[in-house]
């Protein structure tokens, strides 16, 4: 009836006047007829078929590439010629195919770590499998992925090693490499800074790595952390007229546990065409609000297309 009440709702200014009674009775019988008419055309509502998918597999060459750990928290799925949509993780998605169909599924990530930011991320291929979909029934897939052949990874940091990171002069502290038991990491160690209200002030750079970097095309960078306390990112770019500072251009909030960012650096390095190269640093300030101030971070990966 509700599609009954929506078709008479124009009638008064479809006929100029209101509507008496006489005309309102035969208007509605023939709004029902006309309903009963079109409802007994309409097909059978379809059954979709459904894809189950849990999370991806992310494979990668240590060496080259870095951890296999991501935090692609979306799945982007086309069906055959069907952009199904996007599902954030676990996700039973419904689709309105049945028989053998070529399943598309595409990693998505919350740019910058904002859950109103979220995209395909095009540095990881996407996995690809030909399923028979059959209504009502549910098809579980597991999608293994790789970073693309043509990525370029820029800078690699574990801190197996040592760190790559080394505090400028106004620095009141410095990262340290540890293995921090109570909070494990990817791999044996991470890299730890402390502040406190004597060592109030920590920066520290790529001092020395100075990473050329390409403006147009997508640059970000990959970040494992856990932190107590808001610390963040930012470059000294090196023109013709030498070496400056600039403002840091993300800032991190504190996590309790070890989290995964993916930021985007694309506009930032848009903003400084005048750049032959660019150093990243790191920066945190003492809180006093918190007991502990300490910053972990791990698994930093600098790419590009």
């Known amino acids: 009836m509700a599609s009954v009440f929506h ?134 897939i597991s999608p293994k992925v790789n970073y693309y052949s043509d990525i370029t990874f820029e800078w690699l940091e574990d801190f197996e090693i040592g760190s790559t990171l080394q505090k400028l002069s106004i620095s009141d502290t410095d990262i340290t490499v540890e293995s921090v038991t109570s909070l494990p990491a990817m791999g044996s160690k991470s890299g730890v800074i402390h502040v406190d209200a004597t060592n109030d002030y920590y920066i520290g750079a790529t001092n020395g790595k100075q990473f050329v970097l390409p403006l147009g095309l997508p640059v970000f960078i990959e970040l494992n952390y856990a932190s107590t306390i808001e610390f963040s990112i930012g470059a000294i770019k090196k023109t013709t007229q030498g070496a400056e500072s600039l403002s840091p251009f993300f800032n991190i909030f504190p996590s309790g546990d070890w989290n995964k960012i993916y930021i985007d650096l694309t506009p930032y390095l848009q903003s400084h065409v005048d750049a032959l190269s660019f150093e990243i640093y790191f920066t945190c300030t003492y809180d006093p609000t918190v007991p502990v101030n300490r910053v972990l971070l791990d698994n930093i990966k600098l790419i590009y297309q």
């Open 7 to 140: 078709s008479l709702s124009g009638l008064p200014l479809l006929l100029g006047h209101k509507i008496n009674h006489s005309a309102l009775t035969i208007a509605l019988l023939s709004a029902v007829i006309l309903n009963i008419g079109c409802e007994s055309a309409d097909p059978a509502v379809e059954v979709p078929a459904y894809i189950s998918v849990t999370a991806f597999n992310l494979q990668t060459d240590y060496a080259t590439e870095g951890t296999d750990d991501h935090n692609i928290s979306d799945v982007w799925v086309l069906v055959g010629d069907q952009d199904v949509g996007a599902y954030e993780l676990p996700a039973v998605i419904p689709v309105i195919a049945s028989g053998s169909q070529e399943v598309h599924l595409l990693p998505g990530i919350k740019v910058n770590g904002i859950s109103s930011t979220r995209d395909i991320y095009n540095f990881i291929d996407g996995a690809v499998s030909t399923e028979t979909l059959v209504p009502g029934s549910t098809v579980s």
